[in-house]
Nanobody, 124 residues
Framework: QVQLVESGGGLVQAGGSLRLSCAAS????????IGWFRQAPGKEREFVAA????????VYADSAKGRFIISRDNAKNTVYLQMNSLQPEDTAIYYC?????????????????WGQGTQVTVPS
């Protein structure tokens, strides 16, 4: 069992930045692939970024490439999502999730554990 808690969300003006954190407890965190997903009102949950256990492999949604950076500190059991150049369309609840598999995957159904989410709001 892995427990995940997101933090760092908030209200930020367009063009601003936020850093989200995903703190984990429970089973060996370093063995999990960690992904970030988001869900905007009235829309389906979508993939944002993911990172493998060693941080050697990261993948991003097209909407995140060049603006967001995912990283992890296994000593602190924490994964980060640095979000820059935020736009109103980035407004959503952001979730982190843990996948016990070896591959970095985009499909939310591959992830076994989920946090409660943190709200990010970028007003237009």
């Amino acid at each position: 069992q892995v427990q995940l808690v997101e933090s760092g969300g908030g209200l930020v003006q367009a063009g601003g930045s936020l850093r989200l954190s995903c703190a984990a407890s429970g089973r060996t965190f370093s063995r999990f692939v960690i992904g970030w997903f988001r869900q905007a009102p009235g829309k389906e949950r979508e993939f944002v970024a993911a990172i493998n256990w060693s941080a050697e492999r990261t993948v991003y949604a097209d909407s995140a490439k060049g603006r967001f950076i995912i990283s992890r500190d296994n000593a602190k059991n924490t994964v980060y999502l640095q979000m820059n150049s935020l736009q109103p369309e980035d407004t959503a609840i952001y979730y982190c999730a843990a996948d016990s598999g070896f591959c970095v995957r985009y499909d939310s159904r591959s992830y076994d554990y989920w946090g409660q989410g943190t709200q990010v709001t970028v007003p237009s």
